[in-house]
């Protein structure tokens, strides 16, 4: 880890411990990170940096098992298990937060581009862009009028609904790195054509990602496209 890395992730761990202090005391703060509240105090007041190693803890284990429980606490099933997420994909600092928590977390390869589907998985897919310092593209289901050239991918549903997704041919150069996001996963149909679009564009998949996955069918159906990591930062059954 060089010089920049250190500082950008011991800063990434500082942003985890604050937004977590906004709900909590110091010493809630400190039962739920393992750490001295005084050292806590110390770091969200930006008296000091924590160390590389514990900087590491705070974003990659205490981060994500604590994000995943902030994640639970916004979302909603209805009576048919349809998820209610909106108080998630509308909070743009709870995802800039969750972006380098994945990153530690599931060890993705820096991306040149982050692909995602329209609409939803935008403000994640813009935030994990940030985070990589890469593109952002996102695929719809129907084609812009002024562009000529697009990546199409298309599949018959279960239900005998077909699902078509087409990104501009520009948007992904062949050789470059992309990593598929999104912001549920339950059957894995979406994912499976967002890969699709990155294998015919001849790039190489980073990993996929995906805030909430309902079941394991979906995680499942991806890694048997892909090799890369694959990972949710929370799972319901």
Known sequence: MNRAEKAALQLQAVAVLRTLKETRTYDEL???TGLPAGDLNRYVNGHVLPGAERAQEVVGGIGHET???????RIGFDDEGYVDNSGVVFDQPFLD???????ESFEFE????VLTAATDGITLGAAMASH??????YAKKSKETAVEEFIESRQRLASGIELTYYLPAGAIDAGESVLVVDDLIRSGETQELL???????DADVAGV?????????GTDRAS?????PVGALTRFE
Do not use: M, Y
């Not at 994000?67 to 606490?73: G, Q």
């Not at 048997?224 to 890369?228: K, L, N, R, V």
């Open 132 to 137: 990589f310092d890469a593109r952002v593209a």
């Open 110 to 113: 820096t991306p040149d581009v």
């Open 195 to 201: 890969l699709d679009i990155a294998l015919q564009a």
């Open 97 to 103: 937060l969750v972006a380098p928590v994945a990153a």
């Open 30 to 32: 400190a039962e739920v």
């Open 209 to 217: 990602f995906a805030l909430i996955a309902v079941g394991d069918e």
């Open 67 to 73: 994000l995943a429980a902030e994640l639970e606490a």
């Open 224 to 228: 048997e496209i892909t090799d890369a």
